[in-house]
């Protein structure tokens, strides 16, 4: 399984299990855990997930967040600048649809190394005839000290200033392209304002709950340690319900085995209400399903899948998004659209015309070969195409207008919304 190309490049989409790298670390975390679970007994996968990818010591992306061509895995902003480009384009098409509002700020949760939110600039920065009046500003949400310093390298040659006084960011700076950009842990620390929210990839590093149905009723999965192997972690089932088998399985769930992430469920809450109060959008985009699947719990190592319980903290951890959830939780104070694939999404934005034009552009044919396998590699429904989906919460009146009850015609029609060309309002 982990020998396809897309598997060897990037994170494969779903399925748990199948060949896995052996354990391997200095094994600090896994003396952690264990003597965390020997004192106080089994944790919940979250809080696992949680300890493993953001401890503050030894957790995964604290320490190294392996993304990338070098690092664990690779994510479709590192494979081909079109993907932000694209993106950019179509936070101004909503910047314009929504009446160009005179300031928006650019909100990213877990940026990675940054690429993605440089393309986008980029763009801005091209289109600077167009966001002239536009007063804009950076915002990225990130908990790894690591990860922040490669960004701030990357989008700002380095140049920023820690702990800035009355600010409630830890780091702050102007970027390359000379827009104020600014660092935080949590995403409740972002100024309010009109904003352009982007989660791509992030959701699916948020902490998961794990359920199966036994004879007896819905159990927790708990992680515990193995009694006849040292040091050696393991999966078992809650004795008995737990608070969570109450509140987060629906009476109507028909599933054996469910996955739920509160934390994606409090910050997409946190979302619409941002956008419903000061304006702007969201675009989430991750591997995912729509309330379907089951078992999605998986590792990555140097590009292969990992135990997800052997050498905690030198692995990522990863679930599948349930947008189905996401949709739940946003309802009320956002309309969302989707999820709609990444292959029909970038299709709709012109990746191919975006395409043409760098072909056409580029002489030599290293650059063309690498344009064809990285439009392959975001494309074909076989590696990124079909299993990433792209997902977005508006305010209401961007998809109806607010006095529906007026039947005049007076009114024009609002814009479509660039990207999801069937309008799946829901
Ligand atoms: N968006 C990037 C990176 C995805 S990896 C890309 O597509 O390339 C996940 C990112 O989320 C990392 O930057 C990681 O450090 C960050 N992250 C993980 N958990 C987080 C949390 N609870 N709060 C903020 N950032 C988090």
Redesign the pocket.
């Known amino acids: 399984l982990p020998t396809a190309p897309a598997a060897a490049a990037a994170r494969l989409c779903s399925g748990a299990g199948g060949e896995a790298e052996a354990a391997g670390g200095d094994g600090a975390m896994l003396r952690h855990l264990a003597r965390k679970l020997r004192a106080s007994g089994p944790v919940t996968v979250a809080e696992y997930m949680?300890e493993a990818?953001?401890n503050p010591g030894q957790g995964y992306?604290?320490r190294r967040?392996g993304?990338?061509e070098s690092g664990d895995f690779i994510?479709?902003?590192?494979i081909s600048q079109v993907f932000g480009e694209l993106i950019g384009i179509w936070y101004i098409s909503e910047w314009m649809a929504m009446g160009k509002p005179n300031t928006f700020q650019l909100v990213?949760?877990?940026?990675?190394?940054g690429?993605?939110t440089e393309d986008i600039l980029r763009v801005f920065k091209q289109l600077a005839s167009v966001l002239s009046k536009c007063d804009v500003s950076v915002h990225l949400?990130?908990?790894?000290p690591k990860?922040s310093e490669i960004q701030a390298v990357m989008l700002t040659g380095g140049k920023v200033q820690p702990n800035p006084e009355d600010k409630s960011a830890y780091m702050e700076g102007i970027t390359k392209t000379g827009i104020p950009i600014f660092w935080y842990?949590?995403i409740q620390d972002v100024p309010p304002g009109y904003s352009f929210y982007l989660?791509?990839?992030?959701f699916?590093?948020?902490p998961i709950h794990k359920f199966q149905k036994t004879e007896k009723g819905w159990r927790e999965v708990l992680v515990d340690i193995d009694p006849e192997v040292p040091d050696q972690l393991r999966f078992v089932l809650s004795p008995s319900r737990t608070p969570a088998t109450q509140n987060f399985i629906q009476p109507e769930e028909t599933r054996d085995h469910v996955e739920v992430c509160p934390?994606a469920g409090v910050i997409v809450q946190r979302l619409a209400s941002r956008i419903e109060k000061d304006g702007g959008a969201a675009l989430v985009a991750d591997y995912g399903h729509d309330g379907t699947k089951t078992d999605t719990f998986r590792g990555f190592r140097n590009h292969k899948l990992h135990d997800v319980l052997s050498a905690p903290g030198t692995a990522?951890l990863t679930a599948d998004v349930d947008f189905s959830y996401l949709r739940k939780m946003a309802q009320g104070r956002a309309a969302t659209l989707g999820p709609i694939k990444q292959r029909e999404f970038l299709k709709n934005m012109g990746i191919d015309l975006r395409l043409q034009v760098l072909l056409q552009n580029s002489g030599d044919s290293a650059t063309h070969e690498q344009l064809l396998h990285s439009y392959d590699m975001l494309m074909n429904p076989e590696k990124m195409g079909d299993c990433f989906n792209f997902f977005a919460l508006l305010p209401h009146h961007r998809l109806v207008h607010p006095d529906k009850k007026d039947k005049s015609d007076s009114k024009p029609p609002l814009p479509p919304v660039a990207g999801f060309n069937e309008l799946l309002l829901k």
Request: hydrophobic share 30%; proline share 6%.
């Open positions: 949680r990818l953001t992306y604290t967040g993304v990338g994510t479709s902003p590192e990213e949760l877990g940026p990675g190394r690429t993605l949400v990130e908990v790894s990860l842990r949590d989660a791509h990839e992030f699916d590093a948020l934390e990522d």
